[in-house]
């Protein structure tokens, strides 16, 4: 990675003056024109630095807040079509590693960027089992927290705490180091995660158990009690697996976005991970899948779903788990964990909601609103039904979210580090302040003395997320 005052190089590949494509810019303010590279259907938004009006003018600027029309970086970690739904990894289809694959080889897949031979799947399972356990000391510092602290928000520290017991994690070009960082972060997660569980519910916390799988393990953490041995269903063991799988990356979403953001200060990659467990906390990014539950318990029986459907066209309503910023189609993540619920509510027993939120799916795709719209189910449509029947409380969703994106973190995290192209991020501004006044003495201001509390508070505004 390039440092801050490195100028931009152009790399091959990329948007170059040589490029076969062009765009062709008339600037009606001067009448010059420009011509611009286009590669892989983009510009450089550098490009358009060269357009001014004056010799003194800084040069045209893109705006874009939300980055929905730029593209951040070159990835050949997941591809997404929206409009086909269609999710890859590393060129290997979701349907295809969901049915043949487990979530620690898709990890090695996203982080290494081929599928592992025999022996370099058991080296690496073998190592992600053997760094499960946590310092006794995070042990403490999860007992720190009230009784009722969200788990997100514990895990979230806990994770940050990691990287002061692994100074050397700060050696970010050392492979060795990013291996061991890498295999930390993804055997400590469920570790974390089930510890921050087990504090909400005033139980011991359970240590991590070699004997058993990554999934299985997890379990174990969270639902053992006095059994010398925890038995996991191994239904339970591979819809969590498969899970897993579903959730490993997203390519550019918010919390990866963070991740690389922060990384791009060169800062330990435990750090820029709890950037990326804080912006999942977010209800707009890792939230979603609680309040499915909550909108089925509130429509309660499928009489009620005509109502419901009429509310959310009249706005009064958003039909949650449908729709997406980049799946205009069934989100292919959807269609597997709907699979996959049957098998869990096997094992667990029945649950209404299922009913309902299948009876739910079906109307909306019946009713041209929603289609007309491109509303499909999201991912998030059914995975909380499997939590909820897998008797995890809802806090604690986006904290089991948590545990496999951390795989797509690192990897993004990996390649931002090794591309020449990326320095630290640093997006630039349209200043709208004032500029240019006088310093007044306090006792000078006028209104002062009519402030009593804090700024009055700003309307709402709605916001929208994916
Ligand atoms: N229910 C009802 N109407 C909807 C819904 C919904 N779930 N989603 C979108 N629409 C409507 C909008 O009102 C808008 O209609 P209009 O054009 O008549 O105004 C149109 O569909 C387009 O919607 P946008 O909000 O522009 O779509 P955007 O891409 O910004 O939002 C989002 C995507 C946030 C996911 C949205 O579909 C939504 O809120 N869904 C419900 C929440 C949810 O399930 N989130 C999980 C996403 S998956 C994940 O993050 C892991």
Redesign the pocket.
């Known amino acids: 990675m390039a440092n801050e005052n490195e100028t931009t190089e152009q790399a091959g590949g990329v948007a170059t003056a040589e490029s076969a494509e062009s765009l062709t810019i008339t600037d009606s303010r001067t009448g010059e024109s420009y011509e611009v590279a286009v590669a892989d259907g983009t510009i450089r938004a550098m490009d358009l630095r060269q357009i001014k009006v004056s010799d003194d003018d800084f040069g045209l600027m893109s705006y874009d807040p939300a980055f929905t029309n730029t593209a951040s970086c070159r990835s050949a970690i997941t591809y997404i079509d929206g409009e086909a739904g269609i999710l890859q990894h590393r060129g290997y289809s979701i349907e295809q590693l969901c049915e043949h694959s487990s979530y620690l080889e898709v990890a090695y897949l996203l982080i290494f960027g081929e599928l592992p031979t025999a022996p370099q799947l058991e080296r690496w399972v073998y190592d992600v089992t053997h760094h499960t356990f946590v310092h006794e000391n995070i042990k403490k510092f999860v007992e720190g927290f009230r009784y009722d602290a969200h788990p997100m928000g514990m895990l979230l520290a806990s994770v940050g705490a990691l990287s002061t017991f692994y100074p050397d994690a700060k050696q970010i070009d050392d492979p060795e180091q990013r291996y061991m960082a890498a295999i930390r972060m993804i055997a400590k997660m469920p570790t974390l995660a089930a510890f921050a569980y087990r504090h909400n519910m005033g139980l011991p916390y359970i240590y991590p158990d070699n004997d058993l799988t990554y999934p299985e393990n997890f379990l174990s953490m969270m639902f053992k009690m006095t059994e010398s041995k925890y038995e996991p269903d191994p239904r339970l063991a591979r819809a969590l697996d498969v899970l897993f799988i579903l959730h490993a990356d997203?390519e550019q979403?918010c919390s990866t976005n963070a991740v690389r953001g922060v990384g791009s200060s060169q800062v330990d990659p435990y750090s820029a991970v709890t950037a990326g467990v804080a912006a999942l906390y977010g209800p707009?990014?890792?939230g979603?899948n609680e309040?499915?539950l909550r909108m089925l318990r509130r429509i309660e029986t499928p009489e009620n779903i005509p109502d419901f459907l009429a509310r959310?066209k009249d706005?009064e309503e958003?039909?949650?788990?449908?729709?997406?910023?980049v799946y205009k189609n069934y989100?292919p993540r959807a269609r597997i964990i709907k699979k996959h619920v049957d098998e869990v509510l096997e094992a667990t027993g029945e649950n209404p909601l299922l009913d309902l939120a299948v009876e739910l799916e079906k109307r909306a795709l019946d009713d041209d609103f929603?289609t007309s719209?491109k509303?499909y189910p999201?991912?998030?449509?059914y995975s909380g039904l499997i939590y909820e029947a897998l008797r995890i409380p809802t806090g604690m969703f986006t904290v089991i979210f948590a545990i496999p994106r951390t795989a797509g973190w690192i990897s993004q995290w990996m390649e931002m580090i090794d591309d020449p192209e990326q320095k630290i991020a640093r997006p630039r501004q349209v200043y709208t302040g004032a500029r240019d006044l006088d310093y007044l003495p306090v006792d000078d201001r006028e209104g002062a003395e009519k402030i009593t509390g804090p700024p009055a508070r700003r309307p709402k505004r709605p916001r929208?997320?994916?």
């Open positions: 997203h979403n707009l990014h890792g979603a309040a499915v959310v706005r958003r039909l949650m788990g449908f729709g997406h910023r989100d929603f719209r509303l999201n991912v998030d449509f929208r997320g994916a």
